[in-house]
C-alpha cells in the first residue's frame, strides 16, 4: 500500500513538471510575441545644420530621435578663395592668400625683378581730418601706397554769435571753407561800466552804461549859500558845489522857479532840481559849459529863452512828461546833445529850439507819429542839427 502510494506521488511529481515547463514556454512565447508587435521605430526629426562647409572645416547637419539617437550627415570642405596678388612692401614680394581663411596659398619672392613703377595717382583725397593716399602700380601686381597727411581747416574770420554781457559769456565762432567744420569760443563777459548818475526814487542812482544795473546809490543834499529870493533861485551866491542840488523850498517857502540869468557862465556840472520847481527862467543855465548832467524833477512846465543855451557839454537831457513849454533858443547850440526825451504835454517846438544841436542822432516822444507830426513846429527850430530819429511810440520817423 505503502509503495502504491509512493508510485502515485511520483506520477503527479512527473505531471506538475510537464505542466510548468508548457507555462514557462507559453510565458516567453507571449513575450516574445509583444517584443515584434511593440519594437520602437525611431522618429527622426529635421536635419540641423550644426556648420557650414568652410575652406578649413566640413559642413555637418545632425537630426535627433526623441529616444536621443543621433544621425549626422558631412559635407566636403569648399575649396580656398584665391585673391589677387598682394605686394608686401617691407619684404618686397607678392603673394596670393586665401581670402577666406588667410592661409598662404602662393608666393612670388620677386628675384631678378626690378619695379617699373607707374606715377602716383590718387586714391583717396586727404580731408581736413583724415588721411588721403596716393598708390603707384608695376606691372608686377605690385601696389606702392603713399599716406598724404590731412589737411589743416581753413577757417574764416571768428564772428560774435552770442554778444557778450554784464556777467554773461558770449561767444564766437568760424566755418571752414572747405568742410564747413564750425569752431567755437567763448567771449569773457564784461564787467559793469558805472555810467552818469540819473535820479530815481530821490536819490543819485549810477546805472551800468550796457546793461542798465543801478550798481550804486547816493544821498542827495541840497546845496547850501545858493541866492535865494522868495520862490526863486537867482543865483550860485557863495555855494562851491559844482553840482547844485536846488532845495524845495527855502525860509519855509517852497521854492518854484529859477531864476533869468541865474547860473549863466557858471563853472558847474550837474543841475537837479526838486519837484517843486515848475519854472526855469530865460539864460538860466546859458553857456554852462562843463554842465554835463541834468535833472529837471518831476513838475516842470516851462523853460524859457537860451535857458540850456550853449550848453556844449550836454549830451542827453531828459524833460519831463510834466513840460508844456519850450522856448526859442532853449537848447542851441548844445553841440554834443545827442538824446533828447520829450513827452506828449509839449504845445509847440518854437524858433531855434534845438537848432545848431550837431551831435543829434534820437528824439524818444512820449507820443504817436501822428501827434508828432501835428506838433506845432517853428521854421528853424532844428536847423542845423544831425540825421536824428524820431522814435514815437507806434513807429519811428526819420530826419
Ligand atoms: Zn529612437
Ligand atoms: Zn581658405
Ligand atoms: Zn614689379
Ligand atoms: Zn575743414
Ligand atoms: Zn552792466
Known amino acids: 500500500m505503502k509503495k502504491k502510494l509512493i508510485a502515485m506521488n511520483k506520477k503527479m511529481k512527473k505531471k506538475y513538471i510537464i505542466g510548468l515547463s508548457i507555462g514557462a514556454g507559453a510565458l516567453v512565447l507571449i513575450i516574445a510575441t509583444l517584443l515584434i508587435v511593440f519594437r520602437h521605430v525611431h522618429t527622426f526629426g529635421e536635419w540641423e545644420k550644426i556648420r557650414d562647409a568652410s575652406c ?21 570642405k569648399l575649396p580656398h578663395v584665391e585673391s589677387d596678388w598682394i605686394y608686401d612692401k617691407e619684404k618686397d614680394n607678392l603673394k596670393k592668400i586665401c581670402t577666406s581663411c588667410g592661409k ?56 560774435i554769435t552770442l554778444e557778450s554781457k554784464c556777467g554773461v559769456e558770449g561767444t564766437e565762432s568760424r566755418t571752414c571753407l572747405i568742410c564747413n567744420e564750425i569752431e567755437s569760443k567763448s567771449i569773457s563777459a564784461l564787467s559793469h561800466i558805472e555810467g552818469a548818475w540819473v535820479v530815481i526814487d530821490g536819490k543819485k542812482a549810477y546805472p551800468c552804461v550796457y546793461c542798465k544795473t ?31 542840488v536846488i532845495p524845495s523850498n527855502f525860509n519855509n517857502q517852497s521854492i518854484t522857479k529859477i531864476g533869468e540869468n541865474s547860473f549863466e557862465y557858471q563853472v558847474i556840472t550837474g543841475v537837479i532840481l526838486t519837484n517843486s520847481i515848475t519854472e526855469i527862467g530865460n539864460s538860466a543855465f546859458s553857456k554852462c559849459l562843463e554842465l554835463t548832467n541834468i535833472h529837471l524833477g518831476n513838475n516842470l512846465t516851462s523853460i524859457g529863452q537860451k535857458a540850456f543855451y550853449n ?19 532853449s537848447f542851441a547850440y548844445c553841440t554834443n546833445l545827442e538824446y533828447i526825451k520829450i513827452g506828449n504835454e509839449i504845445t509847440k517846438l518854437p524858433m531855434y529850439v534845438f537848432s545848431d544841436c550837431t551831435s543829434l542822432k534820437e528824439i524818444h516822444f512820449n507820443g504817436t507819429k501822428e501827434q508828432w507830426n501835428n506838433l506845432e513846429k517853428d521854421n528853424d ?19
Not at 599716406?147 to 574764416?156: E, L, Q, W
Not at 542827453?316 to 522856448?327: A, E, H, N
Not at 532844428?382 to 520817423?397: F, H, Q, S
Open 104 to 159: 598662404n596659398l602662393q608666393f612670388n619672392s620677386l628675384e631678378n625683378h626690378t619695379h617699373n613703377w607707374s606715377d602716383y595717382v590718387t586714391k583717396t583725397e586727404p580731408t581736413c581730418t583724415s588721411e588721403g593716399m596716393d598708390i603707384r602700380t608695376c606691372n608686377c601686381g605690385a601696389i606702392d601706397e603713399k599716406i598724404i597727411s590731412a589737411k589743416d581747416h581753413s577757417f574764416d574770420e571768428w564772428k
Open 214 to 244: 543801478v550798481l550804486r546809490t547816493e544821498e542827495i543834499d541840497a546845496s547850501e549859500y545858493l541866492d535865494i529870493s522868495n520862490d526863486t533861485v537867482i543865483g550860485l551866491g557863495s555855494c562851491e558845489d559844482i553840482e547844485i
Open 56 to 76: 578649413t572645416q566640413q559642413g555637418v547637419e545632425r537630426r535627433f530621435c526623441d529616444c536621443g539617437e543621433m544621425q549626422e550627415k558631412k559635407y566636403d
Open 311 to 329: 550848453c556844449k557839454s550836454l549830451t542827453s537831457i531828459t524833460l519831463p512828461d510834466t513840460l508844456k513849454t519850450l522856448s526859442d533858443y
Open 381 to 399: 527850430w532844428d536847423k542845423n542839427t544831425g540825421d536824428y530819429i524820431v522814435y514815437c511810440i507806434d513807429g519811428e520817423i526819420i530826419k
